[in-house]
């Protein structure tokens, strides 16, 4: 008899280039992708099928002034296991700079906000 293996979550970082017509490299693109897979070579197979599905290029109509735009798949950045049951995941977002001032000593009350679900 055949033994399958289970199935297991893996975590994947994807990065894309923004390409210009004239310009080349504007900005990068990156996103996080949770799923399942049976190894981790699968799991790679499907990273890339992501990765793939993802490009595109903005072809603008005759006689406007504009480039093409390519969107162009670059790379599988991470690979990560994250088991048959997890509890949870983190993905991490970026960060950005502050817009506002907040002193040093200032104390934060994660606590004293409840989030509003997201519909």
Do not use: C
């Not at 005759?62 to 993905?91: H, M, T």
């Not at 502050?98 to 002193?103: G, H, P, S, T, V």
Request: proline residues 7%.
């Amino acid at each position: 008899m055949k033994e399958v293996n289970p199935r297991q979550w893996f975590q994947a970082r994807l990065r894309w280039a923004v390409m210009e017509e004239g310009r080349g490299l504007t900005q990068w693109r990156e996103e996080e992708h949770i799923f399942l897979s049976t190894s981790r070579e699968t799991a790679f197979q499907e990273a890339l099928r992501l990765g793939y599905a993802e490009e595109y290029s903005l072809i603008p109509q005759p006689g406007d002034d504009l480039p093409v735009v390519d969107i162009r798949f670059v790379e599988v950045v991470y690979l990560e296991e994250q088991g048959a049951v997890p509890s949870a995941f983190k993905v991490y977002i970026g960060e950005k700079k502050a817009l506002e001032r907040i002193d040093f000593d200032h104390v934060f009350d994660p606590e004293g906000r409840v989030p509003q679900p997201i519909f």
